[in-house]
């Protein structure tokens, strides 16, 4: 039974569908859609897409599933971070009806048949309604935003650690969690398959850390530090323009993944960090 992992933005309908296409999937043949989590990038295009494949059940985090039921709240989060750019460069979404969604936990499978399952891995730190997804017939583990951001044109991973739910331990230990697992290989959403899964998971641990340490620094040191302060320390610290690439990377890489955001999202965390009660 056939599974779509990650459906994209609104925007990306159309590439989606010409895909499923190529390899043969009409409208009746899809069973199940399955979103990492529910940011635009990610999910954007699950109500379309589940109008398109009728026979689809949706599979989402327990946390996220009633923000494609009714998706106004994200819709509004997310135009206030994108303002203008929103509908070009993403869309919105479209809502999914609820008797077509499955609120899924820790553990939830996702049966394809022949003896063949996807099992979701709780996997909170980028987001509280995150979950990987492991394929334990090839053990290929397909991480979403949990492990960062590699983009092709710039051969760079960085952390995506955007605001409000980025939480440095809760990151950590998803990181170690998907060690523990030993996949075969690992995907990422942006974009695809690495080389070593091990070396890249202590990899994005140690930079994940990395970046927070910079960003306590600044905010130790100034204080008053805002948002800019720290990602312009973020950026003379981690960000290094390769000598050449397509003329439009930088800015498309900015807008996907930008040091702003995730500086935002780590001072938040620090905030939050620094006011929360001592046990």
Known sequence: MPALVETGSQSSVPAVLDALATVGLGPGDLRWIVVTHIHL???GAV?????HFPSASVVVHERGARHIVDPTKLIDSASRVYGPLLDSLYGRMTAVPEDRVIAAGDGFRVDLGNHRELVLIDSPG????????LDEATGT???GDAVGVLSPDLGVLRPATPPPDFDLERATQSLRRF???RPERIVLTHYGPVIDPQAT???AEAMLHAWVDVAAGVMDHTSVASVDDVAAALTEAFVVAPTTMPEASPTKFEILNGVHSNAAGIV????????APVE
Request: aromatic share 4%; hydrophobic share 50%.
């Open 41 to 43: 990038d990610h999910a």
């Open 47 to 51: 109500g379309d897409l589940a109008a």
């Open 126 to 133: 980028h987001a509280n309604h995150h979950h990987a997804v």
């Open 141 to 143: 583990l397909l991480v």
């Open 179 to 181: 060690a523990d697992l």
């Open 201 to 203: 998971l202590a990899g």
């Open 268 to 275: 938040r965390y620090l905030r939050r960090k620094a006011t």
